[in-house]
């Protein structure tokens, strides 16, 4: 079993930055890849970025891969999600979430275990 927690939501301007983190416990952190996701209101949930078990590889929907990047800390069991540039249309509630394989993927129902969110709000 997998625990996560996601901390660093907040409310924001548009252009500001902010720093998601998704803490684990349960298992071995590097043995899973992990990712974050998103969810507007009225929206279906939504990939914003992947990453695999060490760190090494990671993917982003094509709309935020210039602005957010994802790392992960293996020795602190915790992922990142930096954003920056952030635009309204940013604002959603964001999931990390945990698959039980080494590599990262970017449909949800490919990952078995979720956080609970922290939301995220930008204003115009």
């Known amino acids: 079993q997998v625990q996560l927690v996601e901390s660093g939501g907040g409310w924001v301007q548009a252009g500001d930055s902010l720093r998601l983190s998704c803490a684990t416990s349960?298992?071995?952190?590097?043995?899973?890849?992990m990712g974050w996701f998103r969810q507007a209101p009225g929206k279906e949930r939504e990939f914003v970025g992947a990453?695999?078990?060490?760190?090494?590889?990671?993917n982003y929907a094509e709309s935020m891969k210039a602005r957010f990047t994802i790392s992960r800390d293996n020795a602190k069991n915790t992922m990142y999600l930096q954003m920056n540039s952030l635009k309204f249309e940013d604002t959603a509630i964001y999931y990390c979430?945990?698959?039980?394989?080494?590599?990262?993927?970017?449909?949800?129902?490919?990952?078995?275990?979720w956080g609970q969110g922290t939301q995220v709000t930008v204003s115009s």
């Open positions: 979430a945990a698959r039980d394989s080494i590599a990262a993927a970017t449909t949800p129902n490919l990952y078995r275990y």
């Open positions: 349960g298992r071995t952190f590097s043995s899973y890849a």
């Open positions: 990453v695999n078990w060490g760190g090494t590889n990671a």
